[in-house]
Antibody, heavy 121, light 107 residues
Framework: QLQLQESGPGLVKPSETLSLTCTVS??????????WGWIRQPPGKGLEWIGDIYYTGDTYYNPSLKSRLSMSGDSSRNKFSLKLSSVTAADTAVYYC?????????????WGQGTLVTVSS | DIQLTQSPSFLSASGGDRVTITCRASQDISSYLAWYQQKPGKAPKLLIY???TLQSGVPSRFSGSGSGTEFALTITNLQPEDFATYYCQQLNSYPFTFGPGTKVDVK
């Protein structure tokens, strides 16, 4: 069974870089069966897609975050990561990692439990 | 970006009811639409993909329909565990976008 788990600091200072890692079990991030994505949800608000990475290393970013965003994969540890620079209070959110099926069945089929990241001094 | 609107934003219902939530896209997204259920403090759960395909393990009282720009999620015989917030998401083109959500609450 595919499982994902986010990890990283729960508190980040304004203007610093938010870094999160997603550990995947039950599938290889190199398999090509999924895209690996990040979605966030500010407290009490809706969902925002952040970006995807594929096993080829190709990345797809939300244009609203693209200038501050970097995603990467580590196939040796079966993890993928997110870095968001120059954060502000508006980046405070629960961050989820998730696996996305490609093609006609495209959808985020498995999700991590989410991790709350607060941006505050 | 493709905008998604959902209606209603809030819905009060009773157990056993049949409820329908609609999702409208700002442009044609074919059938690249998914529906998710989210309960407080939990990650979203995939219910429907490709507009009308039930995700494995999801009860058959959930169904999806539509294509192009108009979509619907229907829950028949509403169960206590179905009270939650529901989101649609388009996966036709980047950036993927979500609808604002519909909260289904107890009448």
């Amino acid at each position: 069974q595919l499982q994902l788990q986010e990890s990283g600091p729960g508190l980040v200072k304004p203007s610093e870089t938010l870094s999160l890692t997603c550990t995947v079990s039950g599938a290889s991030i190199n398999s090509g069966s999924y895209f690996w994505g990040w979605i966030r949800q500010p407290p009490g608000k809706g969902l925002e897609w952040i970006g995807d990475i594929y096993y080829t290393g190709d990345t797809y970013y939300n244009p609203s975050l693209k200038s501050r965003l970097s995603m990467s994969g580590d196939s040796s540890r079966n993890k993928f990561s997110l870095k968001l620079s120059s954060v502000t209070a508006a980046d405070t959110a629960v961050y989820y990692c998730a696996s996305r099926r490609p093609g006609g069945a495209s959808s985020f089929v498995s999700w991590g439990q989410g991790t709350l990241v607060t941006v505050s001094s | 970006d493709i905008q998604l609107t959902q209606s209603p934003s809030f819905l009060s219902a009773s157990g056993g009811d049949r409820v329908t939530i609609t999702c409208r896209a700002s442009q044609d997204i074919s059938s690249y639409l998914a529906w998710y259920q989210q309960k407080p403090g939990k990650a979203p759960k995939l219910l429907i993909y490709a507009a009308s395909t039930l995700q494995s393990g999801v009860p058959s009282r959930f169904s999806g329909s539509g294509s192009g720009t108009e979509f619907a999620l229907t829950i028949t015989n509403l169960q206590p565990e179905d009270f939650a917030t529901y989101y649609c998401q388009q996966l036709n083109s980047y950036p993927f976008t979500f609808g604002p959500g519909t909260k289904v609450d107890v009448k």
